[in-house]
């Protein structure tokens, strides 16, 4: 039987990383991928309990001679845009158009994708220019605002003062003197409550400033729950800082995670939007074969020296 006909298909894959936080990332450009159902790839895929085990799921796609991404949440949801998922995704783009400096798409918008100075010699680094919206028809507690920055949305929590932020998803930010993960995670699960505040949920983040131009970001991802790290939460946690003026625009903001770190730079000029620059760094690879509707993968090695050329940098950041 041919191995792409719709009753069974066979496809590589790469576990890769941005800034700790991991995706299955699938080459849809030189696969025809049309049988597959990602919602359920991707909850396959994801389970760390039984599978490769990741944050999403990442497509690299092709429209009109522009390539893209599609991100799939391991709930099966697709998201419009994840700002460490992209990056991975431009590098595996970079292989097709040879160039250091090209436009993606992601959910309806088009990010400006460079190839960036190395945020640690030897690891691929890449930035993204995320344009910054303050209203969004997903900001149902905010209906008829110019901005909501520094405000409470008090069925969410009574004391907390939220930024809201729009860079292709939405996210809420507040700044705390320390981070509390069971509430983060008691704040995730409350927005599922509150369908009037949060028509399509959301996602949250608390933010704790380290030093000047310096914050710790922790997120509770839309459809994956806390992860080691977000990219547009810390997008969108940088610029929250800004607006409130706990960071400076135009300057690199550094931006520390569980899952390592990354650089922002929020500029006003042009209209507000900001840059996040990281890593791209691949984990491992493997096949997957798709037959009948169910998904069984083979891992096939790991790219060792990748994975302690992050380890280093870790260890440096921890120092």
């Known amino acids: 039987m041919d191995d792409y006909t719709l009753n069974r298909m066979k496809f590589d894959y790469i576990k890769c990383h941005g800034s700790g936080n991991e995706f299955v990332m699938v080459d849809a450009v030189k696969y025809n991928l049309d049988g597959i159902d990602f919602a359920d790839f991707a909850r396959f895929i994801c389970d760390r309990g039984g599978s490769v085990g990741?944050?999403?799921v990442l497509l690299l796609v092709e429209r009109d001679g522009m390539f893209g991404m599609r991100m799939f949440n391991p709930d099966g949801s697709e998201a419009e845009m994840c700002g460490n998922g992209i990056r991975c995704v431009a590098r595996l783009a970079e292989e097709y158009t040879g160039v250091d400096k090209f436009d993606m798409f992601s959910?309806?918008?088009?990010?400006?994708?460079?190839?960036?100075?190395d945020i640690y010699l030897g690891i691929p680094t890449y930035g993204v220019d995320l344009k910054v919206r303050l209203t969004s028809n997903d900001f149902g507690f905010a209906k008829g605002a110019e901005r909501f920055v520094s405000q409470r949305i008090e069925r969410l929590d009574d004391n907390l003062l939220w930024t809201a932020i729009n860079v292709g998803n939405p996210h809420i930010v507040a700044e705390v003197s320390e981070i509390d993960y069971t509430h983060l995670t008691r704040l995730g699960e409350r927005v599922l409550e509150l369908r009037e505040e949060f028509p399509k949920g959301?996602?949250?983040s608390l933010v704790?400033?380290?030093?000047?131009?310096?914050?710790?970001?922790?997120?509770?991802?839309?459809?994956?729950?806390?992860?080691a790290s977000?990219?547009?939460?810390?997008?969108?946690?940088a610029t929250a800082m800004a607006l409130n003026g706990r960071c400076d625009y135009e300057a690199?903001?550094?931006?520390?995670?569980?899952?390592?770190?990354?650089?922002?730079v929020c500029h006003k000029e042009g209209g507000l939007h900001t840059q996040l620059?990281?890593?791209?760094?691949?984990?491992?690879?493997?096949?997957?074969?798709?037959?009948?509707?169910k998904f069984t993968y083979t891992e096939r090695g790991e790219f060792d020296d990748e994975i302690a050329l992050y380890n280093d940098f870790l260890e440096l950041k921890a120092e």
Not at 107 to 117: F, K, L, Q, S, V
Not at 230 to 237: D, E, F, K, R, V
Not at 252 to 264: L, Q, T, Y
Not at 277 to 293: K, P
């Open 107 to 117: 959910g309806g918008n088009t990010y400006a994708i460079t190839h960036a100075e």
């Open 54 to 56: 990741a944050d999403g």
């Open 208 to 227: 704790k400033v380290l030093d000047e131009n310096r914050i710790f970001v922790a997120t509770y991802e839309r459809g994956a729950g806390i992860t």
């Open 202 to 204: 959301i996602n949250v």
């Open 252 to 264: 690199v903001i550094d931006v520390e995670n569980r899952g390592g770190a990354v650089r922002c």
């Open 230 to 237: 977000c990219g547009t939460a810390m997008t969108s946690s």
């Open 277 to 293: 620059i990281g890593n791209a760094s691949y984990i491992s690879y493997g096949e997957v074969v798709a037959a009948d509707g």
